[in-house]
């Protein structure tokens, strides 16, 4: 019996040194013939040889007749786990399962409690290790994924930044060449002073506007506005300036003139599924008969302040240029007089102040005393982005002495 007792202790020897619950064997008589250290602990014995004790000495009084009875069924051949309690030196009571062998091989005995736990516990590490395991390879290939992606994203970014530094620099080539066009026009001529003004939304814009001297005594004035703003507008803006530089001497009544311009605006533009279109206003003042003649292609109308403090709309309806290659337009005619002042502008004008929010800046409000006040006003506003400026905005102010 012994000498099987020792074949079990090899085969427990590794589970008694490492385990950290208590584990017992004992014969069938109830000797305890091995036992772990973590038995010694839990019973309150630490650093003890509990080897030749019996069982009974450690098991609760109101139990001992229960491990009699498990002993001698033992005994008898008959197999299977007990459930009892072991009462400690300390006083602690702690569940147990006792399971017999076979005959006379002896009884295993193991806090139950304890041990229930730590192969649950066991398992449940187990578990979490795996899914650990599985989280990091699953971050590992999703960091090696992210780098490439972080490599692509800052290689996109770095050549949007070349792309972007290249568009800078050609906005503010066009930028100076669009400036260049519009500041160099006449300001002064006999008795005429023009006051201009351009702040375009973006770099560049689609606003123009030209003064050219016909005749000795008549001087012609366009102010244009493309549809949108940016480098296509600003593109289409120096189109029209040409035409009217190239038309200007040939066609010396403003509604033949703009019929002109929106033929070949039309032809240029107009194909390929490409619409765009613009407005315009030219007027011809004839400074000998101080009469002004003008037409209008879909445009804002000027205004006309005289000293006497009446003001003149020079309303005319007209289609835009670009709509229709037949369009005809109309001439209109009215007198000025020396002192009066006429004011033209572009639609943007009408975004700004309804941005501004500012009823006081309404066109129709001025008179001819304020008017070049409200010119420099404005200006300002417009230099000092007071608020936001959704279009390209173009002023001029034309002052008769």
């Not at 090899?10 to 305890?32: A, C, P």
């Not at 649950?120 to 578990?127: D, F, I, K, P, R």
Request: net charge negative.
């Amino acid at each position: 019996m012994e000498k099987n007792i020792k074949n079990y202790s090899e085969y427990l020897q590794v589970l008694f040194e490492t385990s950290h619950e208590g584990m017992v064997l004992m014969d069938s008589k109830g000797k305890i013939v091995a036992h772990n250290l973590s038995f010694c602990r839990l019973m309150g014995m630490e650093g003890g040889d509990l080897c030749g004790s019996l069982l009974h000495s450690f098991v609760e009084e109101s139990s001992v007749a229960k491990l009699n009875t498990f002993l001698k069924a033992l005994t008898q051949g008959y197999q299977r786990d007990w459930e009892m309690n072991i009462r400690c030196a300390t006083g602690t009571v702690y569940p147990v399962l006792m399971t017999g062998f076979s005959k006379d091989e002896g009884i295993f005995v193991t806090l139950k409690k304890e041990l229930e736990e730590m192969l649950q516990l066991q398992e449940n590490l187990m578990v979490i290790n795996n899914e650990l395991t599985n989280t990091r390879r699953e971050l590992e290939k999703k960091n090696v994924q992210l780098e490439a992606a972080n490599s692509k994203i800052r290689e996109y970014c770095n050549e949007l930044t070349e792309k972007n530094n290249l568009i800078q620099i050609e906005l503010n080539v066009a930028k100076k060449v669009q400036k260049s066009m519009l500041s160099r026009i006449i300001t002064d001529y006999k008795n005429l002073t023009i006051n201009k003004k351009y702040s375009p939304a973006s770099n560049v814009g689609g606003d123009m506007y030209d003064v050219a001297i016909i005749q000795e005594d008549k001087i012609g004035i366009l102010i244009c506005d493309v549809c949108g703003h940016g480098m296509g507008a600003a593109l289409v803006m120096g189109v029209l300036k040409n035409m009217f530089r190239n038309y200007y001497k040939s066609f010396l009544e403003p509604n033949q003139l703009l019929k002109k311009m929106n033929q070949e605006f039309v032809e240029i533009f107009s194909h390929d599924g490409f619409h765009i279109y613009a407005t315009a206003f030219y007027i011809i003042l004839d400074l000998k008969e101080k009469t002004i003649t003008y037409s209008s292609a879909g445009h804002p109308f000027p205004f006309i302040y005289s000293e006497n403090g009446k003001s003149l709309e020079l309303k005319l309806p007209g289609v835009p240029l670009g709509i229709m290659g037949d369009t005809v337009y109309e001439n209109k005619k009215s007198t000025f007089d020396d002192g009066d002042r006429i004011f033209l502008f572009t639609d943007g004008l009408e975004n700004f102040l309804e941005e501004l929010k500012d009823h006081d800046y309404c066109i129709k409000n001025y008179t001819w005393g304020n008017i070049s006040y409200y010119f420099r006003n404005l200006c300002t506003k417009l230099d000092e982005k007071t608020c936001k400026q959704k279009d390209d905005v173009s002023l001029m102010v034309v002052e008769i002495q």
